[in-house]
């Protein structure tokens, strides 16, 4: 179906996400379809939605990632739409054509969209001629050790390899000398051949200190675009984001208008539709630079509907249903105030090393300004399976100061009890004083276990 309202939708994805679309389902008015893993048969997204099927072992490849039983709970429960959430087939096109195909409309950009977006050399290259600033590096995808040898004397070192096809901060390596370019080429290179669809690399420039800022797009299925600000995302562990703030501390207005500009054409232009996400780096001079796209809805996206007032699941939903940005968004985007989400995982909060198992206590903190998004509960079990998010907990305050404060007692309140989580680690982090006064880059964690580390040993 082309768009009209909805009546059902499925959801292909587990955990708080897909309460978070559930949530938003019920908003609208739309009845909702769970798919579960057997691992997942207690889940709180079975348990929400109007409808669950088990769609197989608790292995993704065969349930979450599994298109056919996918598609075919879709077709038993007669629904008009799948939302994927994030991870598992959301950015995968050909998921997104087979819904198609099979009559049922996908929320998320046009399947060609994803696959532009998905191949992360072509995104840049598409991004530098739309005259969004870029990393310098390759054209395309490098035929060989040898060609990224001459392309990195050229920009100068050090240098980063990519995986074209890369996510979850997998497949990177940073080359610091001529000389340790092929073994580190071909280690990337084997590297994104296993864990992705293909073992084709790119490269640019290293940027040693960064910061990770990323824009919030919504465009409309009517070649309407909307920036609904930034975000900060440098509080990584592992290329991987712990912390996320809006708005940054360090993007300038002028920066907020430029790229927001840019970008609008860019998307436009490339026939985006959906809500999705420009990743930049901001080097040491405060220039940001485009890193890739992320063509669906983020972990982080409440930070963003915290300071908008825009519900950005509702928005992905009604743009399917082929509503247009004006009505959807009520005039134009403002944002006030200040937003932190920490992530809870359950992970040890000092190794991150997964911590599965059973949650004997749970208590989630509320009041003024609070919000948890989770699938947790009372006795729930982590599986080892699936990502350690637990839940997300975020702080608004009028300004950074009260968000970090509310965020402060928040965490104060928060139990979880039979797992390791890294509630301690974002107490930590908060009570930071560099973290305090926005000083910090994509490095911070690493610095600062090694801190601890150093105070320990004496
Ligand atoms: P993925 O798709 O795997 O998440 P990204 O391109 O988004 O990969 O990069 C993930 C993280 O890796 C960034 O947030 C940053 O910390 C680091 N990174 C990526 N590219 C560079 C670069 N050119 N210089 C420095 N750090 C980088």
Request: proline share 5%; hydrophobic share 40%; with cysteine.
């Amino acid at each position: 179906m082309a768009s009209g309202r909805f009546k059902k939708i499925l959801v292909a994805n587990r955990g708080e996400i897909a309460v978070r679309v559930i949530s938003a389902c019920k908003e609208l008015g739309i009845q909702t379809v769970a798919v579960y893993s057997e691992a997942d048969r207690y889940s709180s997204h079975v348990r929400f939605a109007d409808q669950a099927i088990c769609i197989g072992p608790a292995k993704s490849a065969r349930s979450y990632l599994d298109q056919a039983s996918i598609i075919s709970a879709a077709e038993i429960t007669n629904v008009d739409a799948i939302h994927p959430g994030y991870g598992f087939l959301s950015e995968n096109a050909g998921f997104a054509e087979v819904c198609e195909t099979s009559g049922i409309k996908f929320i998320g950009p046009p399947p060609e969209v994803i696959r532009l977006m998905g191949v992360k050399e072509r995104a840049r290259a598409f991004m530098r001629e739309m005259g969004v600033p870029v990393l310098p590096g390759s054209a395309g995808v490098l035929s060989s050790a040898g060609e990224a040898l001459e392309m990195a004397d050229s920009i100068g070192y050090p240098v980063i390899l990519k995986a074209s096809a890369g996510g979850g901060g997998r497949g990177m390596r940073v080359v610091r000398a001529p000389g340790e370019i092929s073994a580190l080429f071909a280690q990337a290179r084997q590297e994104a051949g296993a864990a992705f669809s293909s073992p084709d690399l790119y490269l640019e420039k290293y940027v040693g200190a960064p910061r990770h800022i990323e824009f919030q797009a919504l465009a409309d299925e009517h070649g309407n675009v909307e920036i609904l600000g930034e975000r900060e995302c440098s509080i990584q562990r592992r290329h991987q984001k712990l912390l996320e703030e809006s708005p940054s501390p360090a993007v300038t207005d002028a920066q907020r208008s430029e790229i927001g500009a840019a970008l609008r054409r860019a998307l436009s232009a490339s026939g985006y539709a959906n809500a999705g996400t420009v990743e930049f780096l901001m080097d040491e001079t405060g220039k940001l630079y485009f890193i890739e796209v992320n063509a669906r809805v983020q972990v982080e996206h409440p930070v963003t509907e915290f300071v908008t007032g825009i519900d950005i699941v509702k928005s992905q939903i009604r743009i399917a249903q082929g509503e247009p940005l004006r009505e959807i968004l009520r005039g134009p985007v403002e944002t006030r105030g200040h937003a932190i989400e920490c992530r809870i995982n359950a992970e040890n909060p000092d190794t991150f090393a997964p911590s599965p198992g059973r949650v004997t206590g749970f208590h989630v903190p509320g009041g003024i300004g609070i919000r948890v998004d989770t699938w947790a509960y009372a006795d729930c079990v982590v599986s080892p399976y699936y990502d350690s998010l637990l839940a997300k907990l975020i702080a608004y305050g009028g300004d950074r100061g009260e968000a970090i404060r509310r965020m402060q007692r928040a965490l104060s309140m928060f139990i979880v009890e039979g797992i390791h989580t890294s509630i301690p680690l974002h107490q930590r982090i908060l009570a930071d004083p560099d973290f305090q006064a926005g000083r910090f880059d994509t490095n911070f964690i690493l610095r600062f276990q090694q801190a601890k580390a150093e105070a320990a040993g004496k």
